[in-house]
């Protein structure tokens, strides 16, 4: 079956840096776009960043372009999110999301992983 | 960017009661509407897609719809394990974005 493992996380300064990984197996990792989507403490979901099948294609969210890069190793199954000068805003579970089928992105995200929790402290 | 707007904030039914959820676009979306609910400590599941297409392994009991700017979650007959909390999510317009979420309690 589908997996998502997230990995990562932890507390971190503000203005520092941290790099999210995000495991995929079950299904063909170089067929899918894949994407990562935040929450922080009690609040909602905010898409962040979404990187093509092919890795050719990538789009950010504005409060995070800029600073947040999305990559993937196809080679180990692997999604990134590199985050760069982290604010407290950015105190957040971030999960990794599969789109629903294969090449393009349908828009929905049908399976999630665990999450992984990030703290930006002041 | 699309605002989702989700009513009522929360909503306090007894099991086998009929829930009734809300979601509103701040334009029009077409059909393109998802529903996912969330439990404590889990990550969010997908319920409905295409605004009223039930998701795989998803119990008849839940049914959405609407299309353009107004749509509807409805649980015909609560179970116990359906207390949680609800988000709502375009993917229409550019960037996809969720609404703050209901959160359905006894």
């Known amino acids: 079956q589908v997996q998502l493992v997230e990995s990562g996380g932890g507390v971190v300064q503000s203005g520092r840096s941290l790099r999210l990984s995000c495991a995929g197996s079950g299904f063909t990792f170089s067929r899918y776009t894949l994407h990562w989507v935040r929450q922080a403490p009690g609040k909602g979901l905010e898409w962040v960043a979404r990187?093509?099948?092919?890795?050719?294609?990538?789009y950010y969210a504005d409060s995070v372009r800029g600073r947040f890069s999305i990559s993937r190793d196809t080679s180990k199954n692997t999604v990134y999110l590199q985050m760069n000068s982290l604010g407290p805003e950015d105190t957040a579970k971030y999960y990794c999301t599969r789109d629903q089928s294969p090449g393009y992105s349908r828009g929905w995200f049908p399976y999630w992983g665990l999450g992984t929790l990030v703290i930006v402290s002041s | 960017e699309t605002m989702m707007t989700q009513s009522p904030a929360t909503l306090s039914v007894s099991p086998g009661e009929r829930a009734t959820l809300f979601c509103r676009a701040s334009?029009?979306?077409?059909?393109?509407f998802a529903w996912y609910v969330q439990k404590p400590g889990q990550a969010p599941r997908l319920l409905i897609y295409?605004?009223?297409t039930r998701a795989t392994g998803i119990p008849t009991r839940f049914s959405g719809s609407g299309s353009g700017t107004e749509f509807t979650l409805t649980i015909s007959s609560l179970q116990s394990e359906d207390f949680a909390v609800y988000f709502c999510?375009?993917?229409?317009?550019?960037?996809?974005?969720f609404g703050q979420g209901t959160k359905v309690d006894i």
């Open positions: 990187v093509s099948f092919d890795g050719s294609k990538k």
């Open positions: 999510q375009q993917y229409d317009n550019w960037p996809p974005t």
């Open positions: 334009q029009s979306v077409s059909t393109n």
């Open positions: 295409s605004a009223s």
